[in-house]
């Protein structure tokens, strides 16, 4: 058992993994919304904008005989003087009064345009309005404090202070948001992806012999969506896959080999299956009913007993006409139970030489009944005069039903929906199973779907498609969950 802790790639089925993202579409969005909505936050307490205002001036020489090579280096001794007197306390304090403030709103800088005699007085504040009068301040003033600046040049305004109409650093705020986006969404993915991978559900034929501790029956593929508008979901039914159909003959031909195999040296006859599942909706009732159909075309006496009594669906399955005036429930009121009182509930359909006996409203003494002496008593006759008797029980990982069932079957099969019950569930009943009377089979993995692009060499690949909506709930709700490969052992 210790090798079953382990994780292997083997055991993660691709379209199970696409599955879970797809079916959690909406967690994807929300952290995409989540994604940009806290990008916004940060770009709103992190971004302040800049506002710059300008003013450049052509410095020219005094000299007569000036070049523009004098004109330059000119220019570069007025942008170092002009610089030394913007830092300047004096020169700050005479902006601060021109301004009205006891602070300057921004920050002044002088520079020389490229090699050229323009020098450019630039003033960078939080508004553009402060902008636009801090430089225009710098311009009505500087005179009076930078007499040395012209002592040997002329400052010419050549491109006058205009208020600013955006922010001298802007930030792309469209690219920003789709980056945060992105990573949320990419994020909520890639989670999804690992709970996925992680997950100890069963996903393929390979997490079933890995994981479980119970042999792998048998690998029901899921039939296409189309298949199942008009007609159940039955062997009998010509829109079913030859796949699906073959499945519950290698399913019949494991049942028929576990029931008659030898025991401590004894024969086991067995007669009597009971078909049940961890959870509701995994499909136990059309497996079920398959199983019994399929074995009742290879032999004389086959006995369906729709024992899930709180919620009987084989009527649905079958239709009405297969439950006739019989009644289980009726059956064990009764408190005995003989042949004749047997044959006068069962139903038989000639055409797919199926006897039934089932039930149609939910019962609240379901576990009364099945645990009563009547009930021993029709599983004792049905054993003589039947081939086999097949039990759809409750789900034995939520009523005892079907362990007190056990007790009274010859065998039992545990069916397991793909990527849907943890590994750990399972092993529990089949642990449960195991302690009854019934020889526990195995499991049959159902509802299989298979990554289209991905074949594996051993057993069969379906790339059909089982889900029909029985099971417990809404009659007709579709309950899909995670799938796996399509292989019969």
């Not at 995994?282 to 399929?294: D, P, R």
């Not at 139903?347 to 099945?370: C, F, G, H, M, V």
């Not at 009563?372 to 034995?396: G, R």
């Amino acid at each position: 058992m210790n090798d079953r802790k382990y994780f292997q790639w083997s055991d993660v089925e691709p379209v199970c993994v696409i599955r879970m993202v797809l079916r959690n579409l909406w967690t994807v969005v929300a952290a995409v919304l989540i994604g940009v909505m806290g990008m916004n936050l940060a770009l709103t307490w992190l971004y302040t904008p800049q506002y710059t205002s300008s003013i450049t001036y052509a410095v020219l020489s005094k000299s007569t005989t000036a070049s523009s090579r004098t004109n330059y280096t000119a220019a570069n001794e007025v942008a170092v003087r002009f610089s030394s007197m913007l830092e300047s306390s004096i020169m700050r304090d005479v902006l601060c009064k021109a301004m009205g403030s006891d602070t300057l709103p921004g920050s002044i800088s002088a520079a020389v345009v490229g090699e050229t005699n323009m020098l450019r007085v630039s003033a960078v504040a939080a508004s553009p309005k402060d902008a636009f009068e801090l430089i225009r301040a710098v311009d009505e003033n500087y005179s009076s404090l930078g007499v040395q600046i012209e002592q040997n040049a002329v400052l010419r305004v050549i491109s006058s202070a205009q208020a600013p109409s955006a922010p001298s650093n802007p930030v792309n705020t469209r690219r920003y948001l789709m980056a945060a986006g992105g990573a949320g969404g990419i994020a909520m993915i890639a989670l999804l992806v690992w709970f996925s991978v992680s997950a100890d559900t069963i996903q393929n034929r390979s997490a079933a012999r890995h994981k479980l501790d119970a042999d792998l029956l048998a690998v029901i593929p899921q039939e296409k969506r189309w298949r199942q508008k008009r007609e159940k979901l039955l062997i009998t039914s010509p829109l079913v896959s030859f796949f699906f159909q073959e499945a519950f003959f290698r399913l019949r031909s494991a049942v028929e080999h576990g029931l008659g195999d030898r025991d401590e040296g004894k024969s086991r006859d067995g007669k009597i299956l009971m078909v049940t599942s961890v959870t509701e909706s995994e499909g136990k009732s059309t497996v079920a009913c398959n199983l019994a159909l399929a074995l009742a075309q290879k032999h004389k006496a086959v006995l369906l007993i729709d024992a899930d009594l709180r919620n009987p669906t084989q009527i649905r399955m079958l239709g009405r006409g297969a439950k006739g005036s019989g009644s289980l429930a009726r059956l064990l009121q009764s408190g005995s139970v003989t042949a004749e009182t047997l044959a006068a509930e069962m139903s038989y359909n000639k055409e797919q030489n199926l006897i039934t006996l089932l039930d149609e409203s939910p019962r609240r003494d379901a576990s009364e009944l099945l645990a009563s002496d009547a009930m021993a008593q029709l599983l004792h006759i049905v054993k003589k005069t039947m081939d086999y008797v097949v039990i759809d029980t409750p789900p034995a990982g939520m009523f005892a039903d079907g362990n007190l069932l056990a007790d009274q079957a010859d065998g039992a099969v545990l069916v397991v929906e793909q990527d849907l019950v943890p590994a750990g569930r399972i092993n529990d009943v089949t642990d449960t199973l195991s302690q009854g009377h019934a020889k526990l089979l195995g499991c049959v993995l159902n509802r299989v779907r298979k990554t289209p692009f991905l074949r594996r060499s051993s057993g069969y690949g379906y790339g059909y498609g089982y889900g029909y909506g029985y099971g417990y709930g809404s009659y007709g709700k579709d309950k899909s969950k995670s799938a796996s490969r399509r292989e019969v052992e």
